[in-house]
Structure formats: C-alpha cells, structure tokens
C-alpha cells in the first residue's frame, strides 16, 4: 500500500521522494511496512469486559474529563510521541497538536534532539501555538544522557517544543539495529535521576514498544520520575523498522529474531500500578480503539495513549485525524456505558473488566 497522503490543498504531507533523512524514513516505513511486532499481542485480547444491561447512566451525562499531574483534561487521551525533525514532519505535528486542542487530548512529539543540537529544526517541533491548553509533552532520547547531554539540554527540548513535561525515552533495542545508534546505557539509571531531580517540569520515562516492567518502574519511580509510560508490546517493533532501513545483511536478519521480543502492553500497566498504587502512568503501545483504550484505564492506566494508528489519518487529512480521534472517544464512552462507569475514575480497577 502506498501512502503518498494529501493535505487540504492537495499537497502531499510527506515528500513524494526518498530524502534519506531519518524521521521521514521513520513514517514513511510506519506507513508502507509492516513494522508491528509479530508472534506477540498487546495482552487486551486476554480481558473482556462484563456487559452491564442496567447501566443507570445516561449516556449523554458521560464524562471523560480526568486529572493527569494535576492538569484537568477532556479525555484521558494522548497522541503519543511521534514525529518531528523537519518541514515534513513538522507539518505532520500542527495538524496533530490542532486535534488534540479540539478534541481535548494530551500530547507528546517526537524526540527533540535534533532540534537541540540543529536550532533550524525547532520550529517542527513546537506546537505550543497549536495547542495552547492541553498538555504538551517533550521528548528525549534517554541514552543522549551518555552522550553530552545533562539538564540544561533537556530544559531546551522542553523550551523548543513550549511543553509542560518531558518524556525520556528508553529504547536500547532499536538503538542496537540502528545504523546511527547509540548503545551506551551503562549507568544511565544515576543520569536520569539527575535530570528528574533538576528540572523545573515533571519529567517521566516510557519505553518505545517493548514494555516497561513493575520492576524497573519502580526504580525509576524511585528515581524521581513524575510518571511512566509502559508502551508496551503488540505494536509497532521498532526493530522491524530500523530491519527495513539498514544496509547491513546480518542486522536485517538479526533484528527478525526480536519480532516477538517485549513485554504485552497489559502486563506492562498491571504490574506497574501493582508496584505503584497512585503513581502517574500512561496505558500506550498497540492501542486499537477505545476500547483498549478502557481496557487499559480499568487496568491503571491514568491515560491512553495511541500512536501508529493515528499516523495515517494525520498525513491524510485533518477531517480523517478528527474523525479517528472521535471514533476513539465514541468508543471509549460507550464501553463505559456499557458496564455503567460515570466516568474514567470509574473505570480504574472496575470489577466488570475480567480475564478470558
């Protein structure tokens, strides 16, 4: 299938050439490849929820209004960090960030580390303009914390994108089979702590799409992360996207063994909120509606964070982006309905979601 997608004018989000650089390949590959992991699920397929025919609920008084880092949102929904890094991609995070103000959900952009270390590039990178009332998340590769950069650094990457948060990003994996990677995670644990502990803004850790583990949570809880993002397995394989763009014919086949590598984005938020009963956590990682969506709020989650399957209707349009983000939320509100939560809070831990 080929994704050369149009904006309103006709105009093609994503060059209709091959540039080489790395964020379009990105995309482009999310887009036309098959990069899901294969031979592993989220785990949501393992919970169903038990219908409620008595729900004592209107429908239309349903709220999705939530409380996430002390910051009221509309909906305990993000677009989860993506893209960004040029005039492309940063196209790609207007009409994102344009969404999310409509509709109310949170957002994260792609890691801000080009444009830190290229001032050129910052402009795709801030959507702040865009969306100047829901939450803006930054993002940061982890392992630069090995590699030059410390606080100040960060408190750029918060600056470029106008955010109230940074994200760092642990995603040694995709690192190994990326020809441009870094691999130096040796004491990175201290690092980070550092950087949690200096800046300003609540800064959190997620994974890239092999799952965090109650264990490692909690050290990094420990270490004074404002909040975990699991995303977890049954998703996008970063090492099924760095196999399409190497060179090298031993790293292609190579990363094909970790197809199925990761931890399922269920077991991930269930072992996280166990180790941690009211420490912030986002629920991302395969997500395909909204009623994983649910699902991963009755599991902990304090919200859902989706990725890939917004990618497409981003490039195609802002009226196909709305739509999907509503679809999500009509989703979402109407598994709630049918098990008779008011509202997200009564969704966490609701007794009605049960394992198969």
């Given at each position: 299938m080929n994704h050369t997608r149009q904006d309103a004018n006709g105009k093609s989000l994503l060059p209709a050439s091959r540039t080489g650089e790395r964020k379009i390949e990105h995309v482009r590959l999310c887009l036309n490849e098959e990069v899901a992991g294969s031979g592993i699920t989220t785990g949501f397929e393992q919970y169903r929820f038990r219908h409620n025919a008595l729900p004592e609920l209107n429908f239309d008084e349903l709220s999705l209004e939530t409380v996430f880092l002390e910051r009221k949102l509309r909906t305990p929904l993000l677009i989860s960090s993506m893209t960004g890094g040029s005039a492309?991609?940063?196209?790609?995070?207007?009409r994102l960030a344009e969404a999310a103000q409509r509709r109310g959900w949170a957002l994260g952009v792609g890691s801000v580390r080009a444009a830190v270390e290229r001032s050129e590039l910052a402009a795709?990178?801030?959507?702040?303009?865009?969306?100047p009332d829901i939450p803006v998340i930054a993002n940061i590769g982890a392992v630069q914390l090995s590699y030059g950069f410390g606080a100040e650094e960060c408190r750029r990457a918060v600056e470029i994108a106008g955010a109230d948060y940074l994200v760092l990003h642990l995603n040694g994996l995709q690192e190994v089979f990326q020809p441009e990677g870094n691999t130096g995670f040796g004491s990175l644990l201290a690092q980070i702590e550092q950087v949690c502990r200096a800046l300003e803004v609540p800064v959190g850790v997620k994974e890239v799409g092999w799952g965090i583990d109650g264990d490692t949570a909690l050290r990094l809880y420990n270490a004074g992360a404002a909040f975990i993002d699991v995303a977890g397995a049954g998703g996008t394989s970063w090492s099924q996207v760095e196999k399409f763009r190497s060179k090298d014919p031993v790293r292609r086949a190579a990363a094909e063994a970790f197809a199925d590598w990761g931890i399922p984005t269920a077991e991930c938020i269930s072992?996280?909120?166990?180790?941690s009963p009211?420490?912030?956590?986002i629920g991302s990682?395969?997500?395909?509606?909204?009623?994983?969506?649910a699902k991963a709020l009755a599991l902990g989650a304090d919200l859902a964070g989706f990725g890939r399957s917004l990618l497409g209707p981003a490039v195609d349009s802002e009226e196909a982006l709305d739509a999907a983000l509503a679809q999500v939320e009509l989703e979402l509100k109407t598994a709630m309905f049918g098990i008779g939560a008011a509202n997200p809070a009564a969704l966490r831990g609701n007794r009605r979601l049960i394992r198969r």
């Open positions: 492309a991609t940063g196209a790609i995070n207007v795709s990178f801030y959507v702040r303009g865009q969306a072992e996280v909120r166990a180790v009211q420490g912030a956590l990682g395969g997500l395909k509606h909204g009623v994983d969506a």
